[in-house]
């Protein structure tokens, strides 16, 4: 039916009837009535009864609920039956089941079965839409706040729907619970609350690591607090080198130690010491690109420092000695360097009298003295004495302001900040001990050194080399592990233009350091305060030993006259005074070659024939080695010492 009691036309092309009694469906939740049987009104529904005979109400208890909720019945309805089927059955299902909700709605039009419903603005009738099915409400949430409710659609109160199709059912509108604006705003809020939270977080993690990571004074330049910060940061260490227990430094090992590393006696020739590569003048390093051995042949790494390895954990520009007596040995026995067995080595100086007396006094106790782990550790104990020489900036450190110049002092802020030398040459000693890819270019034509990777077994690790100590670096010209960098200069050039990408590269390394012409020579500045003055007299320890005191039974002479017979000097040891002449005569069947190469003294007798006489005038003291550079094994030393 429809409004007024008119009854509405059947759609085109077919009718409505009266589906065929079946058998019910067991009862949905949710659902008020028996399936297949009428909905009855409210009305009837309240007396219990309607004009099919009525349903009796439920229960309380018995009424099912949905999300906390009552929920709204929901019959079945019978099955649509259409009858014939014209050309345009395909376009009317269409409009059966969605209708004209494409159009505007000045345009829609009606739906054959549903009635029109007046639209709000006073215009003509539109068909009611279908709503889609309804979902279980939620229970009200904590926030209230008064919503605009949706006014519900008009009802057709005198429609049969019992009659209707499902599609064509005047249902009430479905009420839906407003947004409470308590809970909007609640809900904003905890959101807000929490982003204000994480960043607050976020900015303090920030400023913490950026504290630990952050060379000390490098904010604040100039100021008193960073100038607090920089002497703390940079003040020398109380105590005496660290040693490990096995091995205490004492006045004898470290005396012992001294005289073996200044000795040439110790290499395969007899002319090369541990000094010929790490020279007090030079801060231990020798000047040189690259390290030159026994033969004279150049290495594939310049001398690295000695000074303050008493800190280091590994020795080596790659690392690969933990601690300074595995150090030691290693360049007496590599062939390519000193090239001495150390067996052969402690069976000569065991077989001399003045070696035992120096080694029973470091090493006493039972046993032979004279060893090769003693060895070891005599020059190990030597090099934990070897600790860089106070300088201006250590006067600075201890509060002498006036200790440096202004240019200076800015150069000290520029290397804790906008260089950021200090993220590894950091510390008193000005150095992490760490290994680090600083992208230096290969060398041409030479094969690729590797650094810390091949000794680590990392390919990460590659192109990574150990970060050297600043102090007395001034003296250590070339720089770098290779010695491609002359000066301090062209050392600050590669930072700000010549790094070489690669993926080993160091992650704290500046890509490209820009510092302008004022902040480059303040940095040369500082970086010279480092350095002791070219005057300035080195600790004791690291000075050469004075000459030793001729073995037992052998007075200094002026003239010494040694012969060479079967590949042997004889005697195996003169003494000479001071200025005093060695005569060598070759009374051999074969050609020798006498040497002698020390820091202090070098001699070549070139080619020496059967029956030619050597003579050579020792001018200073000390003790000498010399030796075949044809029969290695030949050896003669020599002591020169006043009587």
């Not at 019992?162 to 064509?168: G, N």
């Not at 607090?228 to 020398?236: I, K, P, S």
Request: charged content about 25%; aromatic content about 4%.
């Amino acid at each position: 039916m429809g409004r007024r009691g008119v009854p509405l036309p059947p759609p085109d092309g077919g009718d409505l009837r009266e589906p065929a009694p079946r058998a019910a469906p067991p009862p949905r939740a949710g659902l008020r009535g028996r399936a297949g049987e009428p909905r009855q009104p409210r009305a009837a529904q309240a007396r219990g009864g309607g004009p099919g005979g009525g349903l009796p109400r439920r229960p309380r208890a018995d009424r099912p609920r949905a999300g906390g909720r009552r929920a709204r019945p929901r019959p079945q309805l019978g099955p649509l039956r259409r009858g014939g089927r014209g050309p345009d059955h395909a376009r009317r299902r269409r409009r059966v089941r969605g209708g004209d909700r494409g159009r505007p709605p000045g345009e829609r039009r009606g739906v054959p079965g549903r009635p029109r419903l007046p639209r709000r603005d006073g215009g003509a009738a539109e068909p009611q839409r279908r709503r889609p099915a309804r979902r279980p409400r939620r229970r009200a949430r904590l926030g209230g706040g008064a919503g605009r409710a949706r006014r519900p659609a008009p009802r057709l109160a005198d429609a049969a729907p019992a009659l209707r199709p499902r599609d064509e059912r005047a249902r009430p509108a479905r009420r839906r619970r407003p947004l409470r604006a308590g809970r909007a705003a609640l809900a904003v809020r905890a959101r807000l609350l929490d982003g204000l939270l994480s960043g607050a977080l976020l900015v303090l993690l920030a400023a913490s690591l950026g504290a630990l990571v952050a060379p000390a004074g490098s904010a604040d330049a100039g100021s008193a607090a960073e100038d607090a910060a920089l002497r703390a940061a940079y003040r020398r260490p109380a105590e005496p080198p660290p040693a490990p227990a096995d091995n205490p430094t004492t006045a004898a090992r470290a005396q012992l130690g001294r005289r073996l590393f200044f000795d040439p006696s110790l290499s395969s020739t007899g002319a090369m010491s541990c000094s010929s590569c790490h020279q007090p003048a030079h801060g231990f390093s020798d000047g040189l690109p690259l390290a030159r051995g026994a033969g004279g042949k150049a290495l594939r790494r310049r001398s690295p420092t000695i000074w303050n390895l008493a800190w280091a954990p590994f020795l080596f520009w790659d690392g690969r000695a933990e601690g300074l007596e595995a150090q030691a040995a290693a360049p007496i026995e590599a062939h390519e360097e000193m090239g001495q067995p150390l067996e052969a080595l402690i069976a000569r100086m065991g077989g001399d009298p003045a070696w035992r007396a120096a080694f029973a006094a470091a090493f006493p106790g039972a046993g032979p003295a004279v060893t090769k782990d003693n060895l070891v550790r005599a020059l190990a104990a030597w090099e934990r004495t070897l600790v860089s020489p106070r300088t201006r900036f250590d006067a600075w450190v201890e509060g002498d302001d006036a200790a440096l110049s202004p240019a200076e002092r800015r150069g000290l802020s520029v290397f804790n900040g906008p260089a950021g030398c200090a993220t590894c040459h950091e510390g008193w000693a000005f150095t992490d001990h760490a290994f680090y890819d600083i992208g230096l270019p290969l060398r041409p034509g030479a094969p690729p050194d590797l650094g810390r990777g091949p000794v680590l077994g990392e390919a990460r690790a590659d192109h990574a080399f150990k970060t050297p100590t600043l102090r007395e670096a001034m003296r250590r010209a070339p720089y770098m592990h290779d010695g491609s960098l002359p000066t301090i200069e062209a050392v600050l050039d590669h930072y700000a233009g010549g790094v070489v990408d690669r993926p080993t590269l160091a992650p704290e390394l500046p890509r490209r350091l820009a510092l302008d012409a004022r902040q480059r020579a303040d940095l040369v500045a500082f970086l010279d305060t480092l350095t002791s003055a070219p005057d300035a007299a080195l600790p004791e320890m690291a000075t050469p030993p004075a000459a030793p005191a001729p073995p037992p039974g052998l007075a200094p002479v002026a003239r010494a006259r040694v012969s060479q017979r079967n590949r042997q000097f004889a005697p195996l040891r003169v003494a000479l005074v001071p200025g005093g002449t060695l005569e060598i005569v070759n009374d051999d069947t074969t050609a020798h070659n006498i040497r002698i190469d020390s820091p202090d003294l070098q001699r070549n007798s070139g080619i020496q024939d059967p029956g030619q006489t050597v003579s050579w005038r020792i001018p200073t003291a000390g003790r000498y080695v010399a030796f075949c550079g044809i029969h290695p094994k030949m050896r003669l030393e020599v002591t020169v010492a006043a009587p």
